[in-house]
């Protein structure tokens, strides 16, 4: 008994052994500290797989994006800042990387409509804005000129129009009738 | 009577203001959409005058074993001998060594010019091919190689594999791969004695046979 023991411990500690033998973490193989970790994923985030359509770098697995986070990597143990490495890479790769669309063809659709959907916007909201200005008059007018509060109840009541009349005359006979 | 139906005529006057605000929108983003179909974006440089451009060719000297291995490895997988050269170290020429070279001052000269990427997997086959057919033709035929989204340390260790000995260089910021229009590599443009763009071949060019074609046709022109 104590000696088969002895030999799962021994095992288990050759295994371990054998287990941190086995090299650095598959999910950080340049063995970058927890800070520079998370400034890589930071990177790879806002980077773009240049050869595919809209894939972020961190969840794209062609060659080309793994070569990118290697040099990621490379460069953050370099010392280099978030800026450095995407103005590097803006550089080297060209603003494909940036997952801006080439301003050419049916593309310049997706540069011209934020502005075309800001100009209708800004129409809108002039247009609503001269709609409630032009709407306060009459109302100021009915206060000034009315005098007394009664006078207010008068003008709304002059706004019914013909059908209004009818439709309320028609309420009140039906309610007359059902009383 | 008249106080009621003039708010409401400018109430009118108000919306059509609007709908013709949408109408002109809606027209110019027609315009532009339209103008996109006709003028799509990658129209390959498939004839006429090709695309001046400089490129600075990798160095020559072979990268350092501590780095070649590892990169090959990558590149290639642990069995890299089954594409590689037996020697792996062994220098590129030096006369291509850092050097920058103007596609337009090789006027008088056949021009093979290649896209590839050490990334990609069909370069591996046609990277053989290109390189014999060099050697055969260097004579009356300029190779050049681009590689395309590329890292100085994959493309050289790529280079040494194959013992590639014609001129190449990273194409830095994709610049002459937009100026061609290239679509994906590997892609070869063959380019004439004049400077014009005789024939391209998109993809992996598939056997020795096709190539030696191509590059004939562009000797006889």
């Known amino acids: 008994m104590k000696k088969s023991l002895l030999i799962a411990f021994i095992l288990l500690i050759l295994l371990t052994g054998a287990a941190l033998a086995q090299g650095s973490d598959p999910n950080n193989p340049h063995d970058l500290t927890p800070e520079q970790q998370a400034l890589a994923k930071e990177i790879q985030m806002e980077l773009w797989c240049p050869i595919c359509q809209g894939v972020r770098l961190d969840v794209c697995e062609q060659k080309v994006c793994q070569q990118m986070r290697d040099m990621i990597d490379e460069m953050l143990k370099e010392g280099k800042t978030k800026q450095e490495i995407i103005d590097e890479f803006v550089d080297q790769y060209g603003v494909v990387i940036l997952g801006e669309p080439p301003k050419e063809g049916v593309n310049l659709m997706a540069w011209l409509m934020p502005a075309a959907l800001v100009l209708a916007g800004l129409g809108f909201a002039f247009w609503m804005s001269k709609k409630w200005t032009q709407q306060k008059p009459p109302a100021e007018i009915a206060v000034t000129d009315g005098g007394p509060p009664s006078s207010v109840s008068d003008g709304a009541e002059a706004d019914f129009s013909a059908e209004d009349e009818d439709y309320l005359a028609r309420v009140e006979r039906e309610l007359a009738e059902d009383l | ?221």
């Open chain 2, 1 to 221: 009577m008249t106080q009621s139906s003039q708010p409401q005529s400018k109430k009118k006057r108000g919306g059509y203001g609007l709908l013709a605000l949408i109408a002109i929108v809606g027209l110019v983003l027609l315009a532009v959409f339209y103008y996109g179909i006709l003028h799509p974006p990658s129209q390959r440089a498939e004839s006429g005058q090709a695309p001046d451009f400089t490129m600075t060719t990798y160095v020559s000297e072979p990268l350092p074993e501590a780095d070649l291995k590892p990169a090959l490895n990558d590149l290639f997988g642990a069995n890299y001998g089954r594409y590689c050269v037996d020697d792996v170290n062994k220098p590129r020429p030096a006369e291509y060594d850092q050097v920058t070279i103007k596609l337009s001052e090789l006027k008088g000269t056949p021009v093979v010019l290649n896209f590839w990427a050490s990334w990609c997997t069909t370069c591996k086959d046609e990277q053989p091919l290109l390189e014999s057919a060099w050697r055969h033709y260097k004579d009356q035929v300029m190779f050049l190689g681009l590689s395309h989204l590329d890292q100085d340390k994959n493309a050289r260790a790529w280079l040494q594999c194959y013992d590639v000995t014609y001129p190449n260089a990273l194409d830095k910021g994709g610049k002459v791969y937009n100026a061609y229009h290239v679509q994906g590599v590997p892609e070869t443009f063959f380019i004439d004695a004049e400077g014009n763009i005789a024939d391209y071949y998109v993809g992996a060019i598939p056997n020795a046979s096709i190539l030696d074609q191509l590059i004939q046709k562009l000797i006889r022109k």
